[in-house]
Nanobody, 121 residues
Framework: QVQLVESGGGLVQAGGSLRLSCAASGRTFSRYTMAWFRQTARKFVAAINWSGNSTSYSDSVKGRFTISRDNATNTVYLQMNSLKPEDTAVYFC?????????????????WGQGTQVTVSS
């Protein structure tokens, strides 16, 4: 089991960038697939596998967002570039023990509390 804490949200103008971080507790972080979802309805944004060599993105963020992880520091990141007003949402970090890039929120057992991202036009 891991506990997840997101940070890095805020207010940014359209076209700007933000980097979200998700710090995980626990000694088995490297054996969790990590993902980012956003409200409402916990829509899938991106996922990264255990080793970090495979990623998946929703069509709406592909080419603008990059997910990465550092297993040495138990942290997963979401670099968000070319932000649009429609990216405004609460962003959640999630974790599953399966080494598979799930896109459905019900496949993830562990969740953070969320961080607000607001993009102004």
């Amino acid at each position: 089991q891991v506990q997840l804490v997101e940070s890095g949200g805020g207010l940014v103008q359209a076209g700007g960038s933000l980097r979200l971080s998700c710090a995980a507790s626990g000694r088995t972080f490297s054996r969790y697939t990590m993902a980012w979802f956003r409200q409402t309805a916990r829509k899938f944004v991106a996922a990264i596998n255990w080793s970090g060599n495979s990623t998946s993105y929703s069509d709406s963020v592909k080419g603008r967002f990059t997910i990465s992880r550092d297993n040495a520091t138990n942290t997963v990141y979401l670099q968000m570039n070319s932000l649009k007003p429609e990216d405004t949402a609460v962003y959640f970090c999630a974790a599953t023990h399966e080494d598979f890039l799930h896109i459905w929120p019900e496949e993830y057992a562990e969740w953070g509390q969320g961080t607000q991202v607001t993009v102004s036009s």
